[in-house]
Structure formats: C-alpha cells, structure tokens
C-alpha cells in the first residue's frame, strides 16, 4: 500500500528530528501529539513504519506506546520537548492542510 504524501513527510520530519531514532520516552508524547493532529488511522500507519524500521524490542514499545497514548496523558514538558525535536527537523506545528497535498485534493 502506498502511504500519502503528507504522511511521508511526517515519517521524513521524524526522521530529521531524531536521526538516531526516537528514544522509548519519546515514544507516548510524540504519538500524542500526533494524535492532536492527525486521525488514528494517520498515528497508526506512522507507527508501524517506525515499528518496521527498528528491532524487535522497539517496534513493541512502538506498539505499547500506541496502545498507551489513549490512557496516559504526557507531561507538558514531554509534550514540548518532542516539539522541540521535530520543529528543528521542520515539522510545521500548526496541524497539517491536508488539502494542500496532491492526492488529498484528488481523494
């Protein structure tokens, strides 16, 4: 299946802000703030590439967190520090247009 344009970009945001990948303890707020701006569905297609991407142990905290964002609430400071992180790999922090994107028009 290939995955929309906006959520390639969030993955290559990700990417950019952690280049030595995300740390478990970020693992809950980043996926909380995503689920601010993106549908679960959205939340659980970026999961599972950052889950294919990592070794098995990460990949289940990946899974965990997932599982964990509906029933824990991150700290504020959690919460900014994984801002921080993606703002410096160009993660735009208004929510995505995601009728700006080709296929979002076409859809």
Do not use: C
């Not at 990700?14 to 939340?43: H, M």
């Not at 509906?70 to 703002?87: E, F, G, M, N, Y």
């Amino acid at each position: 299946m290939e995955m929309p344009a906006f959520l390639s970009a969030i993955i290559g945001w990700l990417r950019a802000g952690y280049p030595e990948g995300v740390p478990d303890v970020d693992y809950i707020p980043l996926f909380a703030l995503l689920g601010s701006q993106l549908t679960n569905k959205d939340v659980e297609s970026i999961a599972e590439v950052l889950a294919s991407e990592s070794d098995h142990d990460s990949a289940e905290a990946i899974r965990a967190a997932i599982k964990a964002v509906t029933h824990v609430q991150p700290k504020d400071s959690d919460i900014a520090r994984v801002r921080a992180r993606l703002a410096a790999g160009g993660w735009p922090l208004a929510k995505p247009d995601l009728h700006s994107w080709p296929e979002a028009a076409a859809d």
